[in-house]
Nanobody
Framework: QVQLVQSGGGLVQPGGSLRLSCAAS????????MGWFRQAPGKEREFVGRISGSGIITLYADSVKGRFTISRDNAKNTVYLQMNSLKPEDTAVYYC???????????WGQGTQVTVSS
């Protein structure tokens, strides 16, 4: 079993940047593809992006492509979501998760609030 603990987030003005972190327990972290999701009030959870175990392959939703970057440090068992040029529509609770297949995720983080507002 994997436990994920998120940190980062908060309030930022439009155009600003934030970095979220997701630290995982366990000794096999580098085997896992990791994903990031978000859920805005009144909306369904939305895929943000994912990164392969090696960190070589990344995939992003069109809504964040070119603004968000996912990276990982397997020595620290941590995956990151760097968010730049933030917009009010990026406001949501963000979650990290472990991919157990190309479309299924388990072992979710606790969620981190990101609010983009002036």
């Amino acid at each position: 079993q994997v436990q994920l603990v998120q940190s980062g987030g908060g309030l930022v003005q439009p155009g600003g940047s934030l970095r979220l972190s997701c630290a995982a327990s366990g000794r096999t972290f580098s085997r896992y593809t990791m994903g990031w999701f978000r859920q805005a009030p009144g909306k369904e959870r939305e895929f943000v992006g994912r990164i392969s175990g090696s960190g070589i392959i990344t995939l992003y939703a069109d809504s964040v492509k070119g603004r968000f970057t996912i990276s990982r440090d397997n020595a620290k068992n941590t995956v990151y979501l760097q968010m730049n040029s933030l917009k009010p529509e990026d406001t949501a609770v963000y979650y990290c998760a472990v991919a157990i297949s190309s479309s299924r995720y388990e072992y979710w983080g606790q969620g981190t609030q990101v609010t983009v507002s002036s």
